[in-house]
């Protein structure tokens, strides 16, 4: 059974995040200036084949402890759906 | 009122994505074989202020689409709720 996760790796609110900054200053200047904070960080969309639910989790679980983050100074969070053909 | 706005940007299908492609070749080469298709976005998180969710909704929406993403390769999309303290 082939299933869709999406893992989103954010840094701890105590890592300075630079490009968040920017990304923000940007915005400012554009206009936006109702913009308080912003935090930019990485999505990933994984396909995987696994027997059920369960399976599919702990493997993302674990795939995005020992790659897809750092967990020094990354959280991550992540869901699993079905995927489609 | 303050809204949390979650944004996530991805490449459209058609264009190719060699972070992706790298990040399932590391994948398959640490023993995740199972893993089919692997594709890399940005993820955002914004606070903003907005009298109520349907301003802060049409102000994400354009943010998005003037700054956040490039419309030409790339895909949002985005939720809102509100924000704690």
Redesign the interface.
């Known amino acids: 059974m082939?299933w869709l996760a999406?893992v989103?790796?954010?840094l701890k609110q105590a890592v300075l995040d630079p490009q968040?900054v920017a990304?923000e200053s940007?915005?400012t200047t554009?206009g936006?200036e109702?913009?308080?904070?912003?935090?930019?960080?990485?999505?990933?969309?994984?396909?995987?084949?696994?027997a059920d639910r369960d399976k599919a989790s702990a493997?993302v679980e674990e795939?995005s402890r020992?790659?897809?983050s750092n967990p020094v100074i990354e959280d991550f969070s992540y869901s699993i759906q079905e995927a489609g053909v």
């Open positions: 082939k999406k989103e790796v954010t968040g990304v940007s915005l554009m936006y109702n913009v308080k904070r912003v935090r930019v960080g990485k999505y990933l969309e994984l396909v995987l084949e696994a493997q795939m020992r790659l897809l």
